[in-house]
């Protein structure tokens, strides 16, 4: 054991100071992100009259979303830090008298990286999507004027469903329209209901109207009067129509699949999903490529300290790196280049890029 925790001893040294760095920066953005976020929602919260403790639940169930959102880029000004302070103190001179070359440096700080990755990972895939649900259905639920609420739509198979809103925490859905399609071209019949409660886990109509569309039919509604026919037959529990009301609530790659496979409702496009899907998975990439840039600043001249604006170079070279990433999402979201290539080209390039200065310093040198 004792051999082990020499072996990696520079691993573990390096390593902290770029956790230190990095978490340190992660709270001061967290914190000021969750300020500007209680401006904006404080009036909202109080006019429901929830008080300081509502405030709480609020910042509590925001943190998540917040901190996942500011990680990359928190890892990126917490290692050119890191390695900023590293090089000035004569550090990375000293790493590199004893034969430890830059790959070999960034070789030492891979698992860290992995290790930032993996923690924006489980934020983004399984604690964001949970407390950003709760918080919506919580929103919801004290929500004094639900029916102000903006419409909204999704699909379920070829179904188009229409909702004016929804209250009591999706249990209770006003304004319903499920427009049935055979296929992409052709309605098949059409249902209407003023309200649908949830109850006993079933979704029951009232009020609602049924016309169907057959050549042979007469195009005129008809009330629903038998009890079996005022049940609403759909995978879809009062969260699901919580997070499909919402514009841009976050998901679990679990669900996203659930919703390419069509076994339940759905809002957003393929593109959009599969291009969400493979951002996700592709996060490793995009950490190790913050390390990567960041390690341009061990080739701060020794006598230039801080008045060297190479720290300055890497920090705009890592912001046009994620501007970048960001333009190829919104591409592959709108369907006009495909998911793969939008998640990886922006590591790919840059990667190249940002490994050719490194050979090129390395041979002045």
Same mark, same amino acid.
């Given at each position: 054991?004792?051999?082990?925790?020499?072996?990696?001893?520079?691993?573990?040294?390096?390593?902290?100071?770029?956790?230190?760095?990095?978490?340190?920066?992660?709270?001061?953005?967290?914190?000021?992100?969750?300020?500007?976020?209680?401006?904006?929602?404080?009036?909202?919260?109080?006019?429901?009259?929830?008080?300081?403790?509502?405030?709480?639940?609020?910042?509590?169930?925001?943190?998540?979303? =917040?901190?996942?959102?500011? /990680?990359?880029?928190?890892? #990126? $000004?917490?290692? %050119? +830090?890191?390695? !900023?302070? *590293?090089?000035?103190?004569?550090?990375?001179?000293? =790493?590199?008298?004893?034969? /430890?070359?830059?790959?070999? #440096? $960034?070789?030492? %700080? +891979?698992?860290? !990286?992995? *290790?930032?990755?993996?923690?924006?990972?489980?934020?983004?895939?399984?604690?964001?999507?949970?407390?950003?649900?709760?918080?919506?259905?919580?929103?919801?639920? !004290?929500?004094?004027?639900?029916?102000?609420?903006?419409?909204?739509?999704?699909?379920?198979?070829?179904?188009?469903?229409?909702?004016?809103?929804?209250?009591?925490?999706?249990?209770?859905?006003?304004?319903?329209?499920?427009?049935?399609?055979?296929?992409?071209?052709?309605?098949?019949?059409?249902?209407?209901?003023?309200?649908?409660?949830?109850?006993?886990?079933?979704?029951?109509?009232?009020?609602?109207?049924?016309?169907?569309?057959?050549?042979?039919?007469?195009?005129?509604?008809?009330?629903?009067?038998?009890?079996?026919?005022?049940?609403?037959?759909?995978?879809?529990?009062?969260?699901?129509?919580?997070?499909?009301?919402?514009?841009?609530?976050?998901?679990?790659?679990?669900?996203?699949?659930?919703?390419?496979?069509?076994?339940?409702?759905?809002?957003?496009?393929?593109?959009?999903?599969?291009?969400?899907?493979?951002?996700?998975?592709?996060?490793?990439?995009?950490?190790?490529?913050?390390?990567?840039?960041?390690?341009?600043?061990?080739?701060?001249?020794?006598?230039?300290?801080?008045?060297?604006?190479?720290?300055?170079?890497?920090?705009?070279?890592?912001?046009?790196?994620?501007?970048?990433?960001?333009?190829?999402?919104?591409?592959?979201?709108?369907?006009?280049?495909?998911?793969?290539?939008?998640?990886?080209?922006?590591?790919?390039?840059?990667?190249?890029?940002?490994?050719?200065?490194?050979?090129?310093?390395?041979?002045?040198?």
């Amino acid at each position: 054991m004792k051999k082990l925790l020499k072996r990696y001893v520079l691993t573990f040294y390096l390593s902290s100071r770029l956790l230190a760095t990095t978490f340190t920066t992660v709270i001061i953005l967290t914190a000021i992100m969750e300020v500007l976020t209680l401006l904006e929602q404080t009036s909202s919260i109080l006019e429901r009259q929830l008080g300081i403790k509502g405030v709480v639940h609020f910042m509590m169930l925001k943190l998540p979303l =917040l901190f996942n959102s500011v /990680l990359p880029l928190s890892t #990126l $000004i917490g290692f %050119l +830090i890191a390695l !900023t302070q *590293l090089t000035i103190n004569n550090e990375i001179t000293i =790493l590199r008298s004893i034969g /430890l070359s830059t790959w070999g #440096l $960034i070789k030492k %700080l +891979i698992p860290v !990286t992995l *290790l930032l990755s993996f923690l924006c990972f489980i934020m983004s895939d399984q604690i964001t999507p949970k407390t950003e649900l709760d918080l919506a259905t919580w929103w919801n639920k !004290t929500n004094p004027h639900p029916e102000k609420e903006n419409n909204f739509y999704f699909y379920s198979n070829l179904d188009i469903i229409n909702i004016d809103h929804i209250a009591y925490g999706g249990n209770k859905i006003t304004g319903l329209t499920i427009i049935k399609r055979r296929d992409l071209s052709h309605i098949d019949s059409v249902l209407i209901a003023d309200e649908v409660i949830h109850k006993n886990h079933q979704w029951i109509f009232s009020h609602a109207k049924f016309l169907q569309n057959k050549p042979d039919i007469p195009l005129k509604f008809h009330e629903l009067t038998n009890e079996k026919e005022r049940i609403w037959n759909i995978n879809l529990t009062p969260h699901t129509l919580i997070r499909l009301s919402s514009k841009s609530m976050p998901q679990s790659i679990h669900n996203m699949v659930l919703e390419l496979s069509y076994q339940q409702p759905f809002k957003m496009p393929t593109n959009y999903i599969k291009t969400t899907i493979w951002g996700r998975l592709c996060l490793p990439f995009t950490f190790i490529m913050m390390l990567i840039i960041t390690v341009l600043v061990t080739y701060i001249p020794p006598r230039a300290g801080l008045r060297s604006w190479i720290p300055i170079y890497c920090l705009g070279y890592g912001l046009l790196f994620i501007i970048f990433q960001e333009v190829l999402h919104a591409l592959g979201k709108a369907g006009t280049i495909p998911a793969p290539v939008a998640s990886l080209s922006a590591f790919l390039v840059f990667m190249l890029a940002t490994c050719t200065i490194i050979l090129s310093v390395e041979e002045k040198q």
